[in-house]
Nanobody, 127 residues
Framework: QVQVVESGGGLVQAGGSLRLSCAAS????????MGWFRQAPGKEREFVAA????????DYADSVKGRFTISRDNAKNTVYLQMNSLKPEDTAVYYC????????????????????WGQGTQVTVSS
């Protein structure tokens, strides 16, 4: 059974940090690019960050560039999102997702290119 499960969300003050984790199972993790998305109340789901299957290339939304870092450990089947200098506007449910197709990375910003989603983890940043 293919699964991705997020953890690590919580309540943090502005300027603080959180590290999200996404544990994957049921598929060959190392051949899939992975992504993080988020959805704030009343807003559409938006791209946050993506990482290639080997981890040698990463991409970020402009709103989080320089503050968030995506990484992965293929030995542990886990992808991470380190979030620093958090702002109230980062408040959202954060989702981990696996690309629909193995060995592809192009189109990493489009949620439609991701076929397996976690249940999400809530991140709340207070001002």
């Amino acid at each position: 059974q293919v699964q991705v499960v997020e953890s690590g969300g919580g309540l943090v003050q502005a300027g603080g940090s959180l590290r999200l984790s996404c544990a994957a199972s049921g598929f060959t993790f190392s051949i899939y690019a992975m992504g993080w998305f988020r959805q704030a109340p009343g807003k559409e789901r938006e791209f946050v960050a993506a990482i290639t299957r080997s981890g040698d290339n990463t991409d970020y939304a402009d709103s989080v560039k320089g503050r968030f870092t995506i990484s992965r450990d293929n030995a542990k089947n886990t992808v991470y999102l380190q979030m620093n200098s958090l702002k109230p506007e980062d408040t959202a449910v954060y989702y981990c997702a696996r690309r629909r197709t193995a060995l592809t990375y192009s189109g990493y910003r489009a949620s439609g290119n991701y076929g397996q989603w976690g249940q999400g983890t809530q991140v709340t940043v207070s001002s």
